[in-house]
């Protein structure tokens, strides 16, 4: 079992609509999460950082992290079609090594 | 400011031969991490420099290898090539390597293709 699930999707929306991506995880240790996007024959980028449970907005994005059940979301409100891109979860302990999830793949269709 | 620079970014190579990646992190970065992205397994660490020192090490085998140079470049090295190993290797500088804030700024990566 990976230490961090995440559904590949792709998840295919209309413009405009609230997205909702999700992580599971298993290691109770994790303390830091974020959310990385990814474009095609790109990088993954940094779009949200949260330390422990809570939530955490910027612009357009929230991101949520709820410790108990070892589940972190993030909601993408009013989605345009520069948001399609392939969105990554990772989390980390306290160290150097992130662990991702495999990604999401999400199409907002014009 | 440049971003971080990966080469070459496509390369073809066959089972047996070895492939060197280097990797040219953020101006003023120290740190250099390394992640191998497939399809099945996602992003997954294999070794992280700070000033020519390796301080952590992912779960593979020892056909990869790395190396930091004092300028802070990183080049990764992969052995005896195994069609399992065709996948994007990705880079990534920090400032401290730190990961507790996510603040990696990661290169566009160089595809593998192992025949």
């Known amino acids: 079992q990976k230490e961090v699930e995440q559904d590949p999707g792709p998840l295919s929306v209309p413009e405009g609509a609230i997205v909702s991506l999700n992580c599971t995880y298993s290691n109770s240790a994790f303390q830091y999460f974020m959310w990385y996007r990814q474009y095609s024959r790109k990088g993954p980028e940094l779009l949200m950082y949260t330390y422990s449970s809570g939530n955490k907005e910027d612009g357009r994005f929230t991101a949520q992290v709820d410790k108990s059940s070892k589940y972190i979301s993030l909601f993408i409100r009013d989605s345009q079609p520069s948001d399609s891109a392939t969105y990554l979860c990772a989390m980390s302990v306290s160290s150097y090594k992130l662990i991702f999830g495999s990604g999401t793949r999400l199409l907002v269709r014009p | 400011k440049a971003g971080v620079t990966q080469t070459p970014r496509y390369l073809i190579k066959t089972r047996g031969q070895q492939v060197t990646l280097s990797c040219s992190p953020i101006?003023?970065?120290?740190?250099v991490s390394w992640y191998q992205q497939t399809p099945g397994q996602g992003l997954q660490f294999l070794f992280e420099?700070?000033?020519?020192?390796?301080?952590n090490k992912g779960n593979f085998p020892g056909r990869f290898s790395g190396r930091q140079f004092s300028n802070s470049r990183s080049e990764m090295n992969v052995s005896t090539l195994e069609l399992g190993d065709s996948a994007l290797y990705l880079c990534a500088s920090s400032t401290t390597g730190a990961v507790t804030t996510g603040e990696l700024f990661f290169g566009e990566g160089s595809r593998l293709t192992v025949l």
């Open positions: 420099y700070f000033s020519e020192t390796q301080r």
């Open positions: 101006s003023g970065h120290r740190s």
